[in-house]
């Protein structure tokens, strides 16, 4: 299972969308932060706040590992 966060980081410019990867990728997905007076461009990806929710179920449903 993989994740992709992207953050579309200028209003004028489309974000570039790597579908390509993401199907060779079982299960894989995308999300896509879309710009908003809080994100900061490329720095979005570092900010938390925006994917937690995300990330949160992605990692309840990773298959755990015994130790």
Do not use: W
Not at 2 to 10: E, I, L
Not at 29 to 56: C, N
């Amino acid at each position: 299972m993989q994740s992709s966060v992207r953050c579309c980081p200028y209003r004028r410019r489309p974000p570039t969308i790597p579908r390509a990867p993401l199907k060779r990728v079982k299960n894989g997905k995308l999300y896509l932060i879309p710009v908003s007076d809080q994100t900061r461009g490329h720095g979005t990806t570092g900010m938390a706040e925006f994917y937690a929710a995300q990330l949160r179920d992605f990692l309840a449903a990773a298959p755990r590992r015994g130790m």
